[in-house]
């Protein structure tokens, strides 16, 4: 079973909140960019019905639309692929395994496994909702960003680390360090990219790039980081 067929040649990806209102215009900019995928997720106020009515939206265009399944309640059929984040960065086991678990218990006879993946997800901004929700240990140097690759790609072969800054922009150079140790998994980062240099940097350094907060507030600034990262060859 290839679990990376659909992701893995995602360069640039779009995350849509439920939570946020976007306009058909603006939801039709998104869509015909020429983005690799959109998500759909967010850490608060995602629910049942919000989730429906966003999917159902960007399911007239024929991007990959996938869900990032950030709570039980959001648990909503109908998606090209859906991602379950696991966080690695906390003590807290709640954010790690239980509240999956707990999710699995309920859905599992009817998940397709063949379209699911897990995320292994280092949350790296102290000041983001997530981090505060999960009680991650955001601050992390080379030594434990590369044990937590370890962690992530070799012993638990996770298919995607995802170093989430939303809301900031991160630290480059951890980035770059986690996709070249990376051996199998698709490094993906996110945050706080808001014009085309940003996203140029982030593609020079991670696996996929994903570009979230900024669609809500300059659409224009948003829609330029699809060119940039094109623009950019990454290796693997
Ligand atoms: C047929 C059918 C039912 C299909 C569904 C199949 C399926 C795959 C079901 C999954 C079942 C399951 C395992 C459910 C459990 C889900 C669960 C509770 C997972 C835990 C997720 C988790 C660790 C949440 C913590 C927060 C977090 C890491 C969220 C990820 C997204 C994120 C960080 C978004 C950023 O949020 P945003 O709101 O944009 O933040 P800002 O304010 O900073 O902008
Ligand atoms: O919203 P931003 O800061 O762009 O971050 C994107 C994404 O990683 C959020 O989960
Ligand atoms: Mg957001």
Same mark, same amino acid.
């Given at each position: 079973m290839?679990?990376?067929?659909i992701?893995? $040649?995602?360069?640039?990806?779009f *995350? ?10 603006q @939801? ?5 960019? %020429? ?7 967010? +850490? ?5 019905? =919000?989730?429906?009515d966003?999917? +159902? ?5 024929e991007?990959p639309?996938?869900l990032?399944?950030?709570?039980e309640?959001? !648990?909503v059929p109908?998606f090209?692929?859906? &991602?379950v ?5 906390t ?8 509240r999956q678990?707990?999710g699995?218990? *309920?859905?599992?006879a ?5 379209d699911?993946?897990?995320e ?5 901004n102290a000041? /983001?909702?997530?981090? *505060?929700?999960t009680? #991650?240990?955001s ?7 590369? !044990? ?6 070799? @012993?638990?072969?996770l ?9 900031k922009?991160?630290?480059?150079? @951890? ?5 070249r140790?990376?051996?199998? !998994?698709?490094? &993906?980062?996110g %945050?706080?990219i808001? $014009? #085309?240099? *940003? ?5 020079? #350094?991670?696996?996929?790039v994903i570009?979230? =907060?900024?669609?809500?507030e300059?659409l224009? /600034?948003?829609? +330029?980081?699809?060119a ?9």
């Amino acid at each position: 079973m290839e679990l990376q067929a659909i992701y893995g $040649n995602w360069r640039h990806v779009f *995350k849509l909140d439920p939570d946020r209102e976007i306009s058909d215009e603006q @939801l039709d900019a998104i869509c015909m960019s %020429g983005t690799d995928a959109v998500i759909v997720g967010g +850490s608060t106020g995602v629910t049942f019905d =919000n989730t429906v009515d966003l999917m +159902s939206r960007i399911r007239r265009y024929e991007v990959p639309c996938a869900l990032e399944v950030s709570s039980e309640e959001a !648990a909503v059929p109908g998606f090209d692929h859906y &991602f379950v984040p696991l966080v690695l960065n906390t003590d807290r086991t709640e954010w790690m395994t239980g509240r999956q678990i707990d999710g699995l218990r *309920k859905f599992g006879a009817f998940i397709p496994w063949e379209d699911t993946s897990a995320e292994g997800y280092l949350i790296l901004n102290a000041e /983001a909702e997530a981090a *505060k929700l999960t009680g #991650a240990r955001s601050a992390m140097d080379a030594e434990t960003l590369t !044990a937590h690759v370890y962690m992530a790609d070799r @012993l638990m072969r996770l298919p995607i680390i995802y170093m989430e800054y939303s809301g900031k922009f991160g630290d480059m150079e @951890l980035v770059r360090r986690a996709a070249r140790l990376a051996s199998g !998994a698709r490094v &993906f980062y996110g %945050g706080g990219i808001d $014009n #085309a240099d *940003k996203a140029r940097q982030a593609a020079e #350094a991670a696996h996929t790039v994903i570009v979230g =907060n900024i669609i809500y507030e300059d659409l224009e /600034a948003a829609l +330029s980081t699809v060119a940039a990262v094109a623009e950019v060859a990454f290796g693997r």
